[in-house]
């Protein structure tokens, strides 16, 4: 596992050990970025915003994203072996004291603001285990995450997320919150569905 691109590129990543994680493969991050950076009319970068990185393990994704020029990433991971390899990473990288944060505690009570710089979060990864995304109902721990981002979770209005799941789960085109599936692709077994928020919907 290592960085694909911009300023850590080449840089191999620690992925945390088990099965507890799914580190996702380099040539499948190398098309998510892409198409990331085809949304945003930036090819192979992304602009100085704020990031969100729910179900981090080891940091792939966010890593991904400061190395391409995101301005700070929020890293969220509740298992205390992923959140130290996570740790290793930010620290072999030696990424910027401000521009990580790693906080090892569950996606679903997290409440943690980007630094004052910034409205909110422009983009958030959603990777949690495939099983809790086979269960999205009301009540169920995705949708109240789901429905805290751009409440008591600050997001821009604009905001893009990215949910990976398992190919088999088709997600719904409404959710909480505003947010709208917009796109679908597919990876073999592995999907990613792109979500998008409503322009009417305030933060």
């Given amino acids: ?45 992304l602009p100085p915003i704020a990031v969100l990185d729910l179900f981090c393990g080891g940091g792939s994704l966010g890593i991904e994203a400061l190395s391409r020029g995101a ?8 298992d205390r072996e992923a959140a130290r390899c996570l740790r290793e990473n930010l620290a072999s990288l030696r990424v910027p004291a401000g521009a990580a944060r790693v ?59 990215l949910w990976r799941h398992d190919a088999k789960v088709v997600i719904p085109e409404i959710l909480p919150g505003g947010w709208c599936s917009s796109q679908r692709r597919v990876w073999g077994s592995m999907a990613v569905t792109m979500l998008t928020r409503s322009a009417q919907v305030s933060t």
């Fill in 1 to 45: 596992m290592r960085v694909i691109a911009g300023v850590y590129r080449g840089r191999n990543l620690l992925a945390p050990s088990g099965s507890g994680t799914r580190p996702i493969l380099d040539r499948i991050k190398v098309s998510l970025f892409d198409w990331l950076g085809s949304m945003l009319a930036l090819p192979g970068s």
């Fill in 71 to 78: 301005a700070h990433c929020t890293f969220v991971e509740q």
């Fill in 103 to 161: 906080c090892c505690e569950s996606a679903e009570r997290v409440r943690q603001e980007p630094p004052g710089l910034f409205e909110g979060y422009a983009l958030v990864f959603l990777d949690p285990p495939y099983c809790l995304s086979e269960d999205f109902a009301p009540g169920t721990m995705l949708w109240r995450i789901i429905e805290r981002l751009g409440g008591s979770v600050p997001v821009v209005r604009d905001a893009m997320m």
